[in-house]
């Protein structure tokens, strides 16, 4: 690996050839715990750059241990060309930061995207209201509700997306004051009570404990809390949603 021969490596030293660790605190470390007793049992293990006869350096494992013999003290050490690994470990750096790269890039991607998405939804669902005020047809007030319905779940899709390209990025930092959780609940599941009517399903919101108040974030509350209804009008063949707010153990809200 070195490229010298037998009786030039003898008339050589450990220096010449690069065998310490770069950096004199290292160096200064490793030669100490070799000058240890210890060190004859079991030895140390480290890395360095060495040097070949042309010029050329190269990463190396050294394991190295002291050695006695005849009351004369000796470094016997093994070492390894590592370059096949080290390059392999850059290879994995070098895919783990494109994949980085790549999982930002589509982080933005979908900001970008819903953030463009939601500004015409909102028009759309704003002309949708008032032709719903202003319509008196049965079979055009159905059409209308309809668009309605398809443009909210629309954009509690993007709301999700945004959401989750929130919580890859870790820019999610959810704000804890104290809210009362049944004006929340109202506020959160008012849109749904025209759904839950389409289907022909009842739905209800009861509020056993009407003061009741937490630390919460309030957007947070809202959404899951809108996600679990939305699931339950969509999976509700018959019947009737109801929403209940009341006291749980210990007077945490439930």
């Not at 093994?78 to 930002?104: C, M, N, P, T």
């Not at 509700?145 to 629309?154: C, D, E, F, P, Q």
Request: hydrophobic share 40%; net charge negative.
């Amino acid at each position: 690996a070195y490229g010298y021969s037998h009786e030039q490596l003898l008339r050589m030293n450990a220096d010449a050839l690069g065998f310490w660790p770069v950096g004199p605190g290292e160096s200064l470390r490793i030669r100490r715990e070799l000058g240890e007793d210890m060190m004859e049992q079991h030895g140390v293990l480290f890395e360095a750059e060495h040097r070949r006869a042309d010029g050329t350096l190269f990463p190396a494992e050294v394991s190295a241990r002291r050695l006695t013999v005849e009351g004369e003290r000796f470094i016997h050490a093994i070492v390894r060309d590592i370059s096949d690994r080290k390059r392999g470990e850059q290879a994995l750096i070098a895919a783990k930061e494109r994949a980085e790269d790549a999982g930002a890039f589509q982080r933005i991607l979908l900001e970008n995207m819903s953030h463009e998405l939601r500004t015409p939804m909102q028009g759309i669902l704003g002309f949708a209201r008032l032709l719903a005020s202003e319509i008196r047809d049965p079979g055009q007030r159905e059409m209308v509700t309809n668009i309605l319905a398809s443009g909210r779940r629309l954009m509690s899709t993007l709301d999700s997306i945004l959401l989750l390209s929130e919580l890859e990025a870790e820019k999610l930092a959810p704000s804890l004051p104290v809210r009362a959780v049944g004006e929340l609940v109202d506020v959160a599941t008012r849109p749904y009570a025209a759904d839950a009517a389409a289907k022909g399903l009842g739905f209800t919101v009861v509020h056993r404990a009407p003061d009741t108040y937490a630390l919460l974030d309030p957007d947070l509350f809202q959404r899951a809390l809108g996600y679990l209804v939305e699931n339950a009008i969509k999976f509700t063949p018959s019947g009737e949603v109801r929403v209940e707010v009341g006291d749980g153990p210990e007077g945490s809200p439930s």
